[in-house]
């Protein structure tokens, strides 16, 4: 297992996925998004879940991030 400073707070589909980045720049916190399936993809191989993402944050803006992320989930909810 690799050490890495940065903290998966999120998966989901690419439309809330965006969401969320667009949230947390707004708040100054610099995400990642992973998306394997765009990586089998561009390497030729097949995706079993389109669209499917996650999202990273640095440890230190994990806190704040956690909540942008809590705020996004209670509005889908409703």
């Avoid at 999120?10 to 707004?26: C, E, K, T, W």
Wanted: glycine share 8%; aromatic share 8%.
């Amino acid at each position: 297992m690799s050490n890495t400073s940065y903290t998966k707070i999120f998966s989901g589909s690419f439309i809330i996925i965006q969401l969320a980045l667009d949230r947390l720049n707004s708040a100054g916190i610099n995400a990642v998004v992973k998306d394997e399936s765009e990586s089998g993809r561009l390497a030729g191989f097949g995706a079993s879940i389109q669209g499917y993402q996650e999202l990273y944050v640095h440890d230190d803006e994990l806190s704040q991030a956690e909540r942008i992320i809590s705020s996004i989930k209670e509005e889908l909810e409703t």
